[in-house]
């Protein structure tokens, strides 16, 4: 499956609007990113630096302009301020696998339902505009949080996949 012919897609939810990453969003964003904790199931698990950001923020335009979707910048309708990131992306971020979903969240607003809401707008975006059979979620065996997450979007477990250089939690909900 190919898309082609890019149009960023911001979303709306009750507390917040989904933006497609760009440069304006870099200080939310290395904000996120930096935090060890936050980073701790995702990649290698460091912290991300600046150059690493910005080098995400092009990446991400690239795969809007190439598939229609990529990531997304969480911002609170109330405060203006990036409270986290998610995405509809091949898994892996190869053309070939499966689209999955994703996100990450400010510490401080964890518990909140704030990824739940993202998540289902995210997937939402998938079904309805991109017309996906089904969408997945990978984490970490570990990652409680998310797979507590998946489980509340009605996601159900396919086990553990060879996803990420390990063997992730997957996850997958299809369309109704």
Known sequence: MRWTNAVLTTLETLRLRLEPFDETHFAGLLVLNSDPLIMQFLGDGSPATQTEVLESIDTAKARWERFGF????????QSGEIIGAGCVQHIENEAGNPVEV?????????????????????IGFAFDQLALPAVYATTHPSNERSINVMKRLGMRSVGLQPYYGTLA????LERA
């Open 70 to 77: 990529s990531w997304w910048s969480f911002i609170s309708r």
């Open 102 to 122: 994703g996100w990450r969240l400010k510490r401080d607003h964890w518990g909140q339902g704030y990824a739940t809401e993202a998540a289902q707008a995210m």
């Open 169 to 172: 939690a997957t996850y997958v």
